[in-house]
């Protein structure tokens, strides 16, 4: 049995490349088992019925979830009904919805589970260890898969080997990060995050000028996901439905043409105002150059600061640094 897995799918971008590239990828790879992460489907947040639906008919035999699944209420009216759906085991609220789908693949049963990761996550319920021995015990089958949506990379691989004996394959979702850690542990097929099918040009899926400003100049923002082409990140993976272990294990990332690095600073479309030095009044004490976070502003052989407005990215960091005022933004 091969199994496609696509890594968390972020807004519009995403479910558009997913849509464009899913069938090259069938054609290539053939897969039997179609799993997709939507938990970021609708406007980087949640899911919809819709979305949902839209998953369902490009051909998902499960669509799984993660720290987001909540975040559209319309989802509480159509997710117990929703029977390719799951939500981790392990988060708040619980006793909604299910958490793990068993299906059956040339005679085999095949258990699909969501579990969360306890570290650096909110609305965490209980360990995704003893989550996850339930979930066992409550779905009999004979080859399981798991998508692991959590942020540490070490309880992601202590989940891995606490469990490796019982599972085929464990995948890691949440970061939006593809790892390149793709291996076979005894039977178990595994990868610490399968990455993000979403904007290319964006930080994790949001728009670059938001997170700037949100994050370098403190200012307040909503939660804008950034636009563009999408990019695909996903892993293959065969499961030997006799001997019941997985044999290979494979990434996959399409990536569109990149654009000029001045564009994907400027995702957001303000325009970038890049700072110049008076040298008249610089003191050449440095502190604008330990304040730059992307080196653009540096003190030249006359000691003096100096700006390389072709990096600048206009944070103000500098200027706000500046103890005589010698920078200022044009």
Do not use: W
Request: with cysteine; charged share 25%.
């Amino acid at each position: 049995m091969r199994v496609l897995f696509i890594g968390d799918v972020v807004g519009r971008s995403g479910r558009e490349a997913l849509q464009r590239y899913l069938p090259d990828i069938r054609k290539e790879y053939g897969y039997d088992l179609l799993i997709v992460n939507g938990e970021n489907a609708a406007h980087g947040k949640g899911i919809t019925r819709k979305i949902y639906d839209f998953l369902v008919n490009l051909g998902a035999d499960c669509v799984t979830l993660g720290n987001h699944a909540f975040s559209k209420d319309n989802i509480f009216g159509f997710i117990d009904e929703a029977d390719r759906l799951i939500r981790p085991e392990n988060m708040v609220p619980t006793g909604v919805g299910r958490s793990a789908i068993v299906i059956e693949r040339e005679g085999v049963s095949v258990g699909i589970f969501n579990v969360y990761g306890s570290v650096f996550m909110d609305q965490v319920s209980e360990s995704p260890f003893t989550a996850f021995e339930r979930m066992l015990e409550e779905n009999p089958c004979d080859i399981r898969i798991v998508d692991f949506h959590g942020e540490a990379t070490g309880e992601k691989y202590l989940f891995m080997e606490y469990f490796r004996d019982r599972c085929q394959l464990i995948a890691g979702t949440h970061t939006h990060v593809q790892t390149a850690d793709e291996a076979i542990h005894d039977g178990c097929a595994f990868i610490c995050d399968v990455g993000m099918t979403g904007p290319y040009q964006s930080i994790i899926g949001r728009d670059i000028g938001e997170v700037i400003d949100s994050n370098v100049r403190n200012q307040p923002t909503r939660y804008a996901v950034a636009e563009g082409e999408g990019m695909l990140s996903a892993i293959i993976c065969d499961i030997d439905l006799k001997k019941k272990e997985a044999t290979a294990i494979s990434r996959i990332q399409i990536r569109p043409e990149l654009k000029k690095e001045e564009d994907c600073r400027n995702n957001k479309g303000v325009d970038i105002m890049p700072v110049t030095v008076n040298k008249d009044v610089c003191l050449g004490c440095g502190a604008c150059t330990e304040a730059c976070p992307v080196g653009a502003i540096t003190l030249g052989d006359d000691g003096l600061a100096e700006s390389n407005q072709d990096i600048c990215i206009d944070c103000g960091a500098c200027v706000a640094t500046c103890p005589v005022e010698a920078i200022s933004q044009d």
